[in-house]
Structure formats: structure tokens, C-alpha cells
């Protein structure tokens, strides 16, 4: 298992703009294909974005043309850039393999986003 610790999340007001980090504790990004996960109150934990191995993205409906999902292999690093957000974004924001089962299952804590005037 790989460690993941997701940061920089926090209130936001709609219309703005958040980047979110996800640091791994290991060589994962250049072995699996990626993503972002939300899990919204009340709801089941949904994939918004993806990442493959050679780079290429694909989004969720609900988010195409707002969020970018990009990754820096030599940092261990994988990042959310999330523009136009709207009050619909608010959630818990996580990052793992795709599927999550390659990891083990393991999740780490999320960051928080909230997108409230």
C-alpha cells in the first residue's frame, strides 16, 4: 500500500478556484492510473477525474471544462485544479489508484472543500 495525503482544500466562494494536492509516499503515479474521488454528504464516493499511466485524462460529466487533473512523477505528486466551482462541488476530496482496489483499498483522510457564498 501507498500512503496519500490530500491537501488544499477549504471554503471557497462560487465562481472560485481551489488546486488540490494529493502526495504519495511512493512511485505510484508512473505505475497506475489515477484519480480524484468527492464524497458529497449523504452520497456514495464518486470518480471526477482520471489519469493513465502515459498521461491521458478523463473527467466526469459534472466537471468537464472546470477541473484539470495533472501529476509531477518526480515529485510524487498529483494535483486537482478546480476553476468555475459551484455550490454542487462541496465535498470531501480523495485521491487514489484507479480502481481504489489497487492500493489495497487504503484511503487516506481527504480534504475538505466547501463552496458556499
Known amino acids: 500500500q501507498v500512503q496519500l495525503v490530500e491537501s488544499g482544500g477549504g471554503l471557497v466562494q462560487p465562481g472560485g478556484s481551489l488546486r488540490l494536492s494529493c502526495a504519495a509516499s511512493?512511485?505510484?503515479?508512473?505505475?497506475?492510473?489515477m484519480g480524484w474521488y468527492r464524497q458529497a454528504p449523504g452520497k456514495q464516493r464518486e470518480l471526477v477525474a482520471r489519469i493513465t499511466r502515459v498521461g491521458w485524462t478523463s473527467y466526469a460529466d459534472s466537471v468537464k471544462g472546470r477541473f484539470t487533473i495533472s501529476r509531477d512523477n518526480a515529485k510524487n505528486t498529483m494535483y486537482l485544479q478546480m476553476n468555475s466551482l459551484k455550490p454542487e462541488d462541496t465535498a470531501v476530496y480523495y485521491c487514489?489508484?484507479?480502481?481504489?482496489?489497487?492500493?489495497?483499498?487504503?484511503w487516506g483522510q481527504g480534504t475538505q472543500v466547501t463552496v458556499s457564498s
Open positions: 511512493g512511485s505510484i503515479f508512473s505505475i497506475y492510473a
Open positions: 487514489n489508484t484507479d480502481p481504489a482496489s489497487l492500493n489495497g483499498g487504503s
